[in-house]
């Protein structure tokens, strides 16, 4: 039937999000690693010398660090979104995807959201 999508084509999105999450994930690291993360670490009791090297490396992009991240996480996002649509609307087909790799992504998403607002909050 060519109106529902083949089960490849969902782990293709899927392994398209899990990049960008991933590398949304590591812009927002980069963004928070210089104000945000040790005030947070600390505050658990980790030290946060190691993160000094990561920040001098980040600050002087940082503006470019942000808008990475945020186009990045915006656009997994979205994916993640069109893959669940599709596993709702089509069944069994679309459903071929893990659900543990959606909710994975998701968690993936809200950790790279949660650092990438505090990098920006906490300058």
Avoid: E
């Avoid at 899927?14 to 040790?38: D, K, M, N, Q």
């Amino acid at each position: 039937m060519p109106d529902q999508p083949s089960p490849h084509f969902d782990t293709a999105k899927l392994s398209g999000a899990t990049l960008l999450t991933l590398s949304g994930i590591g812009a927002a690291f980069g963004v928070a690693a210089c104000c945000a993360l040790p005030i947070m670490l600390a505050a658990a009791g980790i030290g946060t010398a190691w993160l000094a090297g990561i920040a001098s490396v980040t600050a002087p992009q940082r503006d470019i660090w942000i808008a990475v991240s945020a186009l990045s996480l915006l656009i997994s996002a979205f994916m993640l979104w069109r893959t669940h649509q599709n596993a709702v609307r089509c069944g069994g087909v679309a459903a071929s995807s893990p659900r543990w790799l959606r909710i994975a992504l998701a968690a993936g998403l809200v950790a790279g959201t949660v650092l990438l607002v505090a990098g920006i909050v906490y300058v």
